[in-house]
Each structure stands twice: as structure tokens, then as C-alpha cells.
């Protein structure tokens, strides 16, 4: 989708947030060269801040191929912002009910019309302690290795330091004026899987391979090394009612 075709309402869409974000935030935006300039593609986005949907989002508008998020259907109602995104063609996630398999749908079909659509893998803000990616779920890969359309993996880090995720206090830290970081990597190399059949197992290899991606460009954006191993949410929840049981049985 070239700029042209954006469309009145992403453009209002762009009106209303661009300038409080130019206000408050400086930008550092790299690695646009990384996307394509025609073609469906999907990218695959670390999420560490209630807010970082819009600095993705106004990075990914600056390369004039605007995305086409999935978002939790909830947001999709009522509401001024659930407005927004239904006009501006985002796709509603409807999950654990009979309509959970439409936004895969929706997904592939936006991906061969020659969009982007935008991934976070993670299904919900990082629960790491220090803010790395969490293993990813499944979905992007799955829609990648139907379409074979390019996976640019992106990585951001910002957003989180003047909005924290889950912070019951100072949920806002807008000064000193924080920096938007959001750093694309070229495709990541997913043909091995193309001719194989797409069980959990391959889905999953997958999955991490674009995770891998992920988390390197954030290594390069933080100037650190990531831990060994991504942070399983699940896992953990599974250990601390381990524990919780162990210590009730006591």
C-alpha cells in the first residue's frame, strides 16, 4: 500500500496523534530501508508499554505502508478509539470464542491484497522482569508460512521508560523528554519451513526463530545482552502455583 492510498481516515488517524508524540517524544527511528516498498508483508513487534502501539505506528506510517494491527475485539466497541479502528481497517481478535479463527483470515487475506499486517507475538505487554521479548505465540508464524510473504522483525524500546507496563504508580514519566526507539532488521529466514507441514512443533521453531530476531535488534537497541532463554509467562505461572501449593501443604 503506497502513501497514496493510505486512506482519509489513517490520515485523520495520523492528525490527531503525530503531534502530541512530536511534542513530547524525540524519535530515533532506523532500519526503514528494511521495508518493503511493495508486496504483503507482516512484522513481527516487540510490546513493552500500553503506549508503544503508537510509536510503532507512527514509525510504520513515516515508511508510507501503514499496518493493519490485531488488536483484542473489545477495543473494537463503543468507544472513539474503537471507531478509529474499525475505519482504519485493524483486525479484531476474538479469543477462545467461535469467531477466534476470522482474524487469522483476515491476516492471510490483507497479506495477499499487498498489505502490512503487524504482529506482537507476545500476545500481551512482557511480563520479563527487565523487559525483554517473551516467548512468542504462534500466529505470525502461521500466517507467514501460509503466505510466504516477508517477516521484518522490529524492536522498540522507549515507549516503556514514559509509560510503564503494569505500574501502579508514576504510570506516566514524560520528562526528562524520553526517546522512541524503533529499529527494523532485514526479512527473517524462514524458507526451511515453507515445504513442511505446519504442526505445533514447526509452528513453534518457527516462533522462536522470529523471536531470536526480535530480541537481537532490541540487544542492539539496549546495548545489552538478552538473557539465554525468552521469559515464558505460562511456565511461570505454572511454577509460582507450584510453589504456592507446596508452601499450602505444609
Excluded at 3 to 22: D, M, Q, S, T
Excluded at 128 to 137: F, I, L, S, T, V
Amino acid at each position: 500500500m503506497s502513501r497514496r492510498r493510505i486512506g482519509f481516515w489513517y490520515r485523520l488517524a495520523a492528525v490527531i496523534v503525530k503531534p502530541p508524540l512530536v511534542l513530547l517524544f524525540n524519535r530515533d527511528w532506523r532500519g526503514t530501508e528494511h521495508m518493503p516498498t511493495d508486496g504483503g508483508f507482516i512484522t513481527a513487534v516487540n510490546h513493552n508499554s500500553y503506549l508503544d502501539p503508537l510509536s510503532y505506528a507512527h514509525y510504520q506510517y513515516n515508511t508510507g505502508r501503514v499496518p493493519r494491527f490485531l488488536a483484542k475485539a473489545g477495543v473494537f466497541k463503543g468507544s472513539f478509539v474503537g471507531m478509529m479502528l474499525r475505519n482504519t481497517g485493524q483486525i479484531p481478535v476474538y479469543r477462545e470464542t467461535t469467531n477466534a479463527l476470522d482474524a487469522f483470515r483476515a491476516a492471510v487475506d490483507a497479506v495477499e491484497r499487498g498489505e502490512c499486517v503487524a504482529f506482537y507475538p507476545e500476545g500481551t505487554l512482557t511480563r520479563d522482569p527487565d523487559m525483554w521479548p517473551m516467548a512468542g505465540k504462534t500466529g505470525a508464524a502461521r500466517v507467514a508460512l501460509i503466505t510466504k510473504a516477508p517477516v521484518i522483525p522490529v524492536a522498540q524500546w522507549g515507549a516503556n521508560l514514559a509509560m510503564p507496563p503494569y505500574a501502579k504508580e508514576n504510570k506516566f514519566n514524560l520528562f526528562p523528554r524520553k526517546t522512541l526507539i524503533v529499529q527494523a532488521g532485514p526479512p527473517v529466514d524462514l524458507s526451511r519451513f515453507y515445504d513442511l507441514e505446519p504442526t505445533p512443533e514447526v509452528l513453534r521453531e518457527a516462533t522462536e526463530v522470529i523471536m531470536a530476531s526480535i530480541t537481537a535488534l532490541l540487544e542492539d537497541v539496549r546495548g545489552e545482552k538478552a538473557p539465554a532463554e525468552l521469559y515464558d509467562h505460562r511456565q511461570a505461572r505454572m511454577e509460582q502455583r507450584r510453589r504456592a501449593a507446596g508452601e499450602g501443604s505444609k
